[in-house]
């Protein structure tokens, strides 16, 4: 009797600590990726963005010097998972992309010294998209704050499942592609903060490991 | 009749689409089973060595970052710091380029005014420096380009001292001291003039400055 619920003992413990292990090694392995990624560009003269949403932040940094960290209020992912290694910012997309003001030269000495005309970072949008190589598609938005902003995360909601979700994965599947849809919640001043540090270009790790979206 | 054929026609393409999202959301739900990484078996014999990987290329991580001085300038916050290590020794309220375009009237020539963005080094410094005026001055100030070198220089424009970062950039003093913490610049970075004297008091040639 005893014996026998030694050996049921046993077994239940050595299946836990393999599936420990094996979920020890994932983690490791995962780490090690995104460690050599970030080395890789940390070695180049370049500013760059570590979406670590393992951490739950994104962070700017250059040389492995944390610049900046904005934290991440939610976030989820559909489709292909994500690998940690370095990708390359294609294309930042908006709705009303914000506009450079182009200075008219002065006529006949007048006095223009009041008129102050700026690009700052509070022209910048809070609800964009960026595009990544591998068919990665991340969606910037604003942590949802009153009616408004409640309607606009809704429709945006409705966009996403209900079209480019399902038929951006189709459409990629056709091609055989992978299609990752990522939605990551930030304050409105991080949102713009982000938009303005990242030009086209920009290189990027997402560290995103398997289930940790919420 | 026609309503009939209508409302099958309306079937259809609802069970089209239905049959199209859900392809879609069976294809999404497969790749995301897919999410381990793929594991061999070396890699699984050596956990110990990943572990002494990733503890290695931390070390290489710090060892990139400088010992000595470095500026960081957030141009979003218009905040500059002088850092050593970890230590914060200077925090500054600056200004950083406005941003905005300028085209020369015979439209050959255009000027975006933006601060650059990225890993430079402090490549000169200068003490009562006078401003030797780019073209773009001149167009900005719809006044003719002057032919003579002697014609663009002008004295007490950049403060008291100035600290060049290449490519005609220098961080330098300003007059208009109330609208530091705006983006109001042609490219360059203006400071106070407390804070420009213990920046470059403390700064030598070679420091490092980060901008993003």
């Known amino acids: 009797m005893h014996s026998s619920r030694f050996i049921f003992l046993f077994i239940i413990l050595f299946f836990s600590m393999e599936a420990a292990s094996a979920t020890e090694i994932q983690r490791l392995m995962q780490e090690n990726r995104l460690l050599k990624s970030e080395y890789q560009l940390a070695r180049t003269s370049q500013i760059y963005i570590l979406f670590d949403l393992v951490g739950k932040r994104v962070q700017m940094k250059a040389r492995g010097i944390l610049l900046k960290e904005l934290p991440v209020e939610k976030f989820n992912l559909w489709g292909a998972s994500v690998q940690p290694a370095p990708l390359i910012l294609r294309k930042k997309a908006t709705l009303l992309k914000p506009k450079r003001i182009r200075i008219k030269p002065k006529k006949n000495n007048e006095d223009t010294s009041s008129d102050i005309q700026v690009f700052e970072v509070e022209d910048m949008p809070v609800r964009y998209r960026l595009d990544f190589d591998n068919g990665i598609h991340l969606y910037i938005r604003p942590k949802p704050e009153g009616v408004r902003s409640g309607i606009l995360t809704l429709f945006s909601h409705l966009k996403s499942y209900g079209v480019t979700m399902p038929l951006g994965t189709l459409w990629n599947a056709l091609g055989k592609k992978t299609f990752t849809e990522l939605n990551i919640y930030l304050s409105p001043e991080d949102a713009r903060a982000l938009y303005w540090a990242m030009p086209e270009g920009s290189p990027c790790v997402i560290y995103a490991f398997p289930d940790t979206g919420q | ?212």
Request: net charge positive; glycine share 10%; aromatic share 10%.
């Open chain 2, 1 to 212: 009749m026609d309503r009939r054929r209508l409302l099958k026609v309306l079937i259809f393409l609802f069970s089209f689409l239905v049959a199209i999202e859900g392809a879609g959301y069976l294809i999404a739900w497969k790749a995301s089973r897919i999410n381990e990484p793929h594991i061999t078996e070396p890699e699984k014999r050596f956990l110990h060595s990943l572990k002494f990987q990733n503890a290695l290329l931390r070390k290489k991580m710090e060892g990139l970052q400088p010992n000595d001085l470095y500026i960081i300038v957030d141009t979003a916050r218009n905040a500059l710091s002088l850092r050593k290590g970890r230590r914060t020794i200077l925090g500054a309220i600056i200004s950083c380029g406005s941003g905005t375009i300028l085209t020369d009237p015979s439209g050959k020539r255009e000027w975006v005014f933006e601060t650059p963005r990225g890993e430079f080094t402090i490549q000169s410094k200068y003490e009562k420096p006078t401003w030797i005026k780019p073209d773009w001055a001149f167009i900005e100030e719809g006044k003719p380009i002057p032919k003579k070198s002697a014609e663009r220089a002008e004295s007490g424009m950049l403060g008291d001292y100035a600290l060049g970062f290449g490519n005609g950039y220098f961080i330098h003093g300003t007059l208009y001291t109330r609208l530091l913490g705006r983006n109001i610049t042609h490219g360059c970075i203006r400071m106070g003039d407390q804070d420009l004297k213990t920046l470059y008091d403390t700064v030598p040639i070679g420091t490092q400055i980060l901008i993003f």
